[in-house]
T-cell receptor
Framework: EAGVVQSPRYKIIEKKQPVAFWCNPI?????LYWYLQNLGQGPELLIR????????DSQLPKDRFSAERLKGVDSTLKIQPAELGDSAVYLC???????????FGPGTRLTVL | AQSVTQPDIHITVSEGASLELRCNYS??????LFWYVQSPGQGLQLLLK??????LVQGIKGFEAEFKRSQSSFNLRKPSVHWSDAAEYFC????????????FGGGTRVLVKP
């Protein structure tokens, strides 16, 4: 069974540029999560989807961040415009909703110059 | 609000020695508890989980953890560490009361000496 797929794995951009990350969850997983992981810290939830619906986006900085999960499968997280402080690893995870067991992708490491 | 504290930022252990990583949590209901491991440049891999029942949980790679409700702890142990165990370890808490939201600790980086 394929795991959670994320692309790109690495992205370097200049500040004020837009950037997008893509995630394909494990087949059949209805719940999808985007996390932000700063260097030396644990992941922090940005947004959680149940199928197409964003059920928890309270930690998503909505002035510059947006996300979508069309058709309840793949998801895209966008930052526009990027700031220096956005440099971090962006992790996607999915679960079947059974007792919170989440499976993580390898992450996208973003560097903003 | 739920929270997780991992008191040790770094731990250095000799290969073959035992390892224990501490995790204390705060959660207002019955917690679901997890330990994840992250190797450099990789995503998080689930080592083990506790939902209910037996408080001593066995996981992959020879790891185990014990849930102690009275101490709000879920410490991770391994009897004999291998060099490949060098990584960052994260404890996480969640549950139905939190709307399936996981909260992670800050992590403990394990270094293994030959």
């Amino acid at each position: 069974e394929a795991g959670v797929v994320q692309s790109p794995r690495y992205k370097i951009i200049e500040k004020k540029q837009p950037v997008a990350f893509w995630c394909n969850p494990i087949s059949g997983h209805n719940t999808l999560y985007w996390y932000l992981q700063n260097l030396g810290q644990g992941p922090e939830l940005l947004i959680r989807y149940e199928n197409e619906e964003a059920v928890d986006d309270s930690q998503l900085p909505k002035d510059r961040f947006s996300a979508e999960r069309l058709k309840g499968v793949d998801s895209t997280l966008k930052i526009q415009p990027a700031e220096l402080g956005d440099s971090a690893v962006y992790l996607c995870a999915s679960s079947s909703g059974v007792r919170n067991e989440q499976f993580f992708g390898p992450g996208t490491r973003l560097t903003v110059l | 609000a739920q929270s997780v504290t991992q008191p040790d930022i770094h731990i250095t252990v000799s290969e073959g020695a035992s390892l224990e990583l501490r995790c204390n949590y705060s959660y207002g209901a019955t917690p679901y508890l997890f330990w994840y491991v992250q190797s450099p440049g990789q995503g998080l891999q689930l080592l083990l989980k506790y939902f209910s029942g037996d408080t001593l949980v066995q996981g992959i790679k020879g790891f185990e953890a014990e849930f102690k409700r009275s101490q709000s702890s879920f410490n991770l142990r391994k009897p004999s560490v291998h060099w490949s165990d060098a990584a960052e370890y994260f404890c996480a808490v969640g549950g139905r009361a939190a709307g399936n939201k996981l909260t992670f600790g800050g992590g403990t980086r394990v270094l293994v000496k030959p």
